[in-house]
């Protein structure tokens, strides 16, 4: 009885690590730039002394959906998004380059161009600083340009470029803060072919259904390896009768 409850045990508990991955993909189905983590199921032999006669469940990450997310247009100049293949530089909490499709700019009171969670955009030569103006704009190659305080309109000023990049998607990881990583730990090289699109922000690529149904699914697995340890528990218990009246 005890290799079925420990069988049963084993998917359960994986069963519920991978709807764990899904809820997380639900909660960030409102949320700009998420790219939806992708899980799976296989089983894992038990090897030992003896015969590997049973499998337990193993439910593991195995990559990052890095397809992108609808555009949702916003009017707002420093809102960009990529338009296709490609990703925005940002530098990320612990100092290191990291890479995101859309981000909703802003200007910090020293002139640093940031995101709307504080990352600091990079340029080719580091981080944007923005000189005091009276407009900014982003072009599709990600050429920033201001018109400076008392200057006419038609007088616009190059500041810098967004550092934009592409990279195989065999080539990235997902970090714990989110954001995508080159699983060497180095840069990825700036690509002038990579366009960004201003006044629209990237939404998130997961699929509010297509995850609920996941989840159903998920749980309706979980009931039926929490009743085959049901079963197994009852099973020992008549067993354990039948020992007792012999």
């Known amino acids: 009885m005890d290799k079925m409850l420990f069988v049963a045990m084993t998917g ?10 899904h809820a997380n993909n639900l909660a960030n189905v409102s949320t700009n730039g998420f790219q939806k983590d992708l899980e799976q199921a296989r ?7 003896t015969f590997p006669s049973r499998a337990y469940a193993m439910t593991e990450n195995p990559a990052t959906d890095m397809d992108a997310g609808p555009m949702i247009e916003t009017g707002r100049d420093l809102d960009v998004a990529i338009g296709g293949e490609g990703w925005i530089a940002v530098q990320a909490p612990d100092g290191s ?3 995101t499709k859309t981000a909703s700019l802003n200007i910090d ?6 995101t709307s969670t504080g990352m600091p955009v990079l ?8 000189p005091p103006d ?15 305080l008392g200057q006419s ?16 998607d065999t080539d990235l990881t997902k970090g714990s803060d989110g954001l995508i990583h080159t699983k060497s730990g180095q840069p990825a090289a700036a690509d002038a072919n990579v366009q960004v699109t201003s006044g629209f922000l990237q939404g998130s690529n997961v699929n509010a259904v297509e995850e609920m149904t996941d989840v159903m699914a998920l749980s309706k697995q979980f009931e039926m390896q929490i009743k085959m340890m049901t079963t197994a528990k009852e099973d020992d218990e008549s067993m354990a009768r039948v020992l007792q009246m012999s």
């Open 43 to 49: 089983s894992m032999p038990v090897f030992g002394d």
């Open 134 to 148: 009276e407009k900014i704009e982003i072009g599709q190659d990600g050429t920033v340009t201001i018109r400076s």
């Open 97 to 99: 380059e990291a890479y």
């Open 153 to 168: 309109p038609a007088v616009m000023a190059v500041v810098d470029r967004l550092k934009l990049v592409s990279a195989k």
């Open 12 to 21: 359960a508990s994986q069963n519920a690590y991978a709807q764990k991955a």
């Open 123 to 130: 340029g080719n030569g580091g981080q944007i600083a923005v």
């Open 109 to 114: 009171a020293l002139g640093v161009l940031r």
